[in-house]
């Protein structure tokens, strides 16, 4: 009988100990916030998912070097003299080469920001995006290219066809050293 009444009296015990706390939790500043109704602000360096500005994109390929688990994929092709549809930079600077390639595989992305801190031109940048889950992992590559398969294929037509032009020109193969780097920036 006496084990009983121990029993009960422990058990309201603890009930009145845990309540006194959560009384006091009642009126001091809460801590926790309605999300999603409600969000906390993101500090202003934060870094969320990458957005690409392709317009500012030269395709140098400095992030997807920088880039220490290898989710970013850069392929070019160069912008041939007779390319009707040439294209000047945000800075005033013709294009040099077409992005035909442009994908971030965000499944591998570790979120370190170093492709936006080598970039020249601040064309990849943090965005404040945090909630993109999606159920496989495909849909996580995203890919950032404006160029159609269609205008892809034209550029490359292009290009093939301005090289013939210049192999007959310099049939010693003694192209500009600027052209033979583009050619082995294609393949990074
Ligand atoms: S944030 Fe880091 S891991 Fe993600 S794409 Fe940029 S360099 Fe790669
Ligand atoms: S570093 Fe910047 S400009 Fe160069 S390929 Fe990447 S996003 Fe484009």
Redesign the pocket.
Known sequence: MIQYIKNIWAGLSSTFIGMRITWKHLFVKKVTIQYPDERFKLPEKA?NR?YLEMSRCNGCNS?AI????N??TVETIRVSPDDPHQEVHYNGKDRKLWVSRYD?DFA?????????AVCPSEA?QHTTEYEYSVYNRESLLYKFQTLTPEQVKEKERLLAEFRAIEKVCHPEGDAKPAEKKVVDKKTE
Request: hydrophobic fraction near 35%; include cysteine; proline fraction near 5%.
């Open positions: 870094r990458l992030c920088a880039c220490p688990v989710c970013i971030i591998k992305c570790c979120y370190c920001g170093l492709c936006t990849i």
